[in-house]
């Protein structure tokens, strides 16, 4: 099967490790959100490294280690952005990254913080998501326990893919300061009704990442998960899941473990297994499969 994990994080360092690990478990490929996860910064968004404050305040990312990755292993590594709407060249640094071979798509931490919260209740993305409709490359969306606020958008730019970060599921102190009842209210199980009532829209894929933490599965092989997935896979279809492990975040559990949980259920037909894991996100990142064997080759 060609499996894609959709959202690893990397830091600095050689990525032959990775690819030795990808190999054990018949991973074939890696989107990259470069992220140096044991060196926090200090700036908006956490200030997360590798990147740099602009004078207006907004952040902008680099990718060393997802560039160099996607330049020696075109076919197992591909990376995805983080932008930041404030930023005063917004339009040309999304170009530049949209023009690189190995980038497949953005990602946005919109709702980092209240205010930036209360921005994309109110409309105040339409300038980020229209650039990225108009550039054709899928943007992927953090938006934890905010997901009523996506209608507008998903209506508003048809032609744009969304890709829902982590089953849309609210997290903790996120964003600080939000108010405990509806912090308490995105963190119930419940609210995973308010991600699939999104499924009418066409132009929303979702995530499978997190699930056995925010769905509070216990322990692996994270059984409780599966109604879940279920009910997903009945209103997206599996062409609209993809999974993701995001393993670098996810420390409590195995790279295998956050795999084999999808991969072994026996509930689920190869053909729902093969697009969760793999066809979704080569679909929709438009990132055709190599097989080893013309790897090898080139």
């Known amino acids: 099967m060609d499996i894609v994990d959709v959202q690893l994080h990397l830091g600095p360092g050689p990525v032959e490790p990775t690819l030795e690990a990808m190999d054990s478990l ?11 996860i044991d060196e926090p910064g200090r700036g908006p968004q956490g200030g997360i490294k590798p990147g740099f404050s602009l004078p207006n305040g907004a952040w902008r990312a680099v990718y060393p280690v997802a560039l160099r990755a996607s330049i020696l292993y075109p076919d197992r590594f591909g990376y995805v952005v983080r932008i930041d709407r404030r930023d005063p060249d917004l339009e040309g640094v999304m170009r530049l990254i949209a023009a690189e071979p190995g980038a497949r798509g953005f990602r946005m931490l919109a709702t980092w913080s209240m205010e930036e919260a209360q921005v994309l209740a109110s ?9 990225a409709q108009d550039i054709g490359l899928p943007i992927c969306l953090f938006v934890p326990g905010h ?6 958008y998903l ?63 216990g322990a692996f092989p994270f059984e409780a998960v599966r109604p879940h997935l279920r009910r997903a896979i009945d209103a997206f279809g599996a062409d609209r899941l993809m999974w993701a492990s995001d393993k670098t975040v996810m420390r409590r559990y195995t790279w295998a473990e956050l795999l084999n949980y999808l991969l072994f259920d026996p509930e689920f037909s190869p053909d729902e ?15 055709p499969e190599v097989s080893p064997q013309n790897a090898k080759n080139k």
């Open 26 to 36: 018949g991973i074939r490929s890696v989107l990259i959100e470069e992220f140096w």
């Open 123 to 131: 409309g105040g993305y339409d300038e980020v998501f229209g650039i």
């Open 147 to 152: 997901v009523e606020h996506l209608p507008q």
């Open 155 to 217: 209506r508003k730019f048809p032609r744009l893919q969304f890709v829902l970060d982590h089953i849309g599921m609210g997290m903790p102190n996120h964003p600080p300061g939000r108010a405990e009842a509806e912090q308490a209210r995105s963190m119930d199980v419940t609210y995973f009704d308010e991600v699939l009532r999104l499924a009418e829209f066409p132009n929303l894929a979702v995530k499978i990442s997190h699930a056995p933490m925010l769905l509070r599965a």
């Open 273 to 287: 297994k093969a697009w969760i894991l793999g066809r979704t996100a080569r679909r929709l990142f438009r990132w």
